[in-house]
């Protein structure tokens, strides 16, 4: 399994690598700013939580709903189980502010979120495979 410093480096270097393509493609500042942000959320909102390596950790529910390497290591399916655990955060923000929730900003966020996490999963397949055959 890569290293916590291995799958945040390569999330950096996939959110620098897009914001560089596509503002070298044309593309102004503001709409790179949303891909950078959802691919960076990889680090926080990563599959590996289902480790629940600290025990004061807001995810050690998750840890114990979800076994390492499984439904929380799905494409887009492991994306939205962390989501739905953290709902509640948002549902109560947006209950109590009397905003409207940001359902397109959301959406866009969520799918780069979903790329991040198809990163980290194709890393932790690669790795695997690797240190199999070393
Ligand atoms: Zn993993």
């Given amino acids: 399994m890569?290293?916590?410093?291995?799958?945040n480096s390569a999330l950096f270097v996939s959110?620098?690598?897009?914001?560089?393509?596509?503002?070298l493609n044309g593309c102004q500042v503001e709409d790179v700013l949303l891909p950078c942000f959802g691919l960076l959320s990889g680090v926080f909102i990563t599959p590996d939580h289902d480790?629940?390596?600290?025990?004061w950790s807001i995810w050690q529910l998750y840890g114990k709903f979800f076994s390492h390497r499984g439904v929380s290591h799905w494409p887009v399916i492991g994306t939205l189980t962390r989501i739905a655990y953290l709902s509640p955060i948002p549902i109560a923000f947006f209950a109590y502010s009397h905003w409207h929730f940001p359902w397109p900003l959301f959406g866009k966020w969520l799918l780069w979120l979903c790329i991040a996490d198809i990163v980290h999963v194709t890393l932790?397949?690669?790795?695997?495979?690797?240190?199999?055959?070393?």
């Avoid at 890569?2 to 799958?7: E, F």
């Avoid at 959110?15 to 503002?23: D, F």
């Avoid at 480790?51 to 025990?55: D, F, G, I, P, Q």
């Avoid at 932790?124 to 070393?134: E, G, L, N």
Wanted: no cysteine.
């Fill in 124 to 134: 932790d397949i690669v790795v695997s495979r690797f240190k199999a055959i070393a």
């Fill in 15 to 23: 959110a620098m690598s897009t914001v560089g393509y596509a503002l």
């Fill in 2 to 7: 890569p290293s916590k410093a291995v799958h």
């Fill in 51 to 55: 480790l629940a390596e600290s025990r």
